[in-house]
């Protein structure tokens, strides 16, 4: 059975570090391109981040952009988001989803159970 | 950036009743749309991709059509398990976009 586990959210000050893993499990990490998903309290999904199967195309979301990197270690079947210069316009459940293929920019058949970040002082 | 936009926000449905649930995307979006159900404290669910196939396991009661701007999701006869939250999302270009979402709720 294919799993995604996240973990890392936490209560953090604005302008600080966070560092979000996802741990795959029931299927090869490397053959799917994977993404970060965000949901603010009580809103909408929005697509944060996607990096290929690979790990050598990444895409962000322009309200992240320059702030968050994705990452990926196929070997420990482990997805990563660095947060940086957190905002309280970042908080949200964060969800690692699984994508279609290798190649990313599809949409998503696995979906973690997410982890809280909130951004406050 | 592809706009999608859903309606109504909030549908008030009696179980066993059809609910017509409506996307709208600002350019074409081809086929490349697909459907999540999220329910209170869950992770979203793929329903539906490439606008009309279902997901493993989707009961038939869910179908959906469309095609460039305009798609709309089905869900035939109500069932208590189908009140949630439903969004469409597009992946024809980046980024990907989701819709602001439609509330099933029960009448």
């Known amino acids: 059975e294919e799993q995604l586990l996240e973990s890392g959210g936490a209560l953090i000050q604005p302008g600080g570090s966070l560092r979000l893993s996802c741990a795959a499990s029931?299927?090869?990490?490397?053959?799917?391109?994977m993404s970060w998903v965000r949901q603010a309290p009580g809103k909408g999904l929005e697509w944060v981040s996607a990096?290929?199967?690979?790990?050598?195309?990444?895409y962000y979301a322009d309200s992240v952009q320059g702030r968050f990197t994705i990452s990926r270690d196929n070997s420990k079947s482990t997805l990563y988001l660095q947060m940086n210069s957190l905002r309280a316009e970042d908080t949200a459940i964060y969800y690692c989803?699984?994508?279609?293929?290798?190649?990313?920019?599809?949409?998503?058949?696995?979906w973690g159970q997410g982890t809280l970040v909130t951004v406050s002082s | 950036e592809t706009v999608m936009t859903q309606s109504p926000a909030t549908l008030s449905v009696s179980p066993g009743e059809r609910a017509t649930l409506s996307c709208r995307a600002s350019?074409?979006?081809?086929?490349?749309l697909a459907w999540y159900q999220q329910k209170p404290g869950q992770a979203p669910r793929l329903l539906i991709y490439?606008?009309?196939s279902r997901a493993t396991g989707i009961p038939a009661r869910f179908s959906a059509r469309g095609s460039g701007t305009e798609f709309t999701l089905t869900i035939s006869s109500l069932q208590s398990e189908d009140f949630a939250v439903y969004y469409c999302q597009q992946y024809r270009s980046w980024p990907l976009t989701f819709g602001g979402g439609t509330k099933v709720e029960i009448k």
């Open positions: 350019q074409s979006v081809d086929s490349n």
């Open positions: 990096i290929s199967g690979g790990g050598y195309t990444t």
């Open positions: 490439g606008t009309s």
């Open positions: 989803a699984k994508d279609l293929a290798a190649t990313a920019g599809y949409y998503f058949d696995y």
């Open positions: 029931g299927f090869t990490l490397g053959n799917y391109a």
